[in-house]
């Protein structure tokens, strides 16, 4: 059974920082490209990163540019969002994922697995 899960959501003051990771298990993904999307309460879920499956090429979404990085590590099957600069807007649950492609995948239908979802809550 595949599985992705999220672990190291929580709370955090505006300008502050989380680390967010993504164990697989069940299969391995070395050869997929990986992603995180959030919702917020009330929103439709967004695009906030992906990276390729060799991890030579990272793609964000405008208002996490620049304080986001998406990384992996094939060998742990597992992906990373590192989030700096934290704005209350960040709020959202944020879901990893993995499509078989081998480029960079910006649409949540091109994805096969997801995770069940991390809360992220940033306080002002």
């Known amino acids: 059974q595949v599985q992705l899960v999220e672990s190291g959501g929580g709370l955090v003051q505006a300008g502050g920082s989380l680390r967010l990771s993504c164990a697989a298990s069940?299969?391995?993904?070395?050869?997929?490209?990986l992603g995180w999307f959030r919702q917020a309460p009330g929103k439709e879920r967004e695009f906030v990163a992906t990276?390729?499956?060799?991890?030579?090429?990272?793609y964000y979404a405008d208002a996490v540019k620049g304080r986001f990085t998406i990384s992996r590590d094939n060998a742990k099957n597992t992906q990373y969002l590192q989030m700096n600069s934290l704005k209350p807007e960040d709020t959202a649950v944020y879901y990893c994922?993995?499509?078989?492609?081998?480029?960079?995948?910006?649409?949540?239908?091109?994805?096969?697995?997801w995770g069940h979802g991390t809360q992220v809550t940033v306080s002002s």
């Open positions: 994922a993995a499509g078989r492609s081998s480029g960079l995948v910006q649409k949540s239908h091109e994805y096969d697995y």
């Open positions: 069940g299969r391995t993904f070395r050869n997929y490209a």
């Open positions: 990276i390729k499956w060799s991890g030579d090429s990272t």
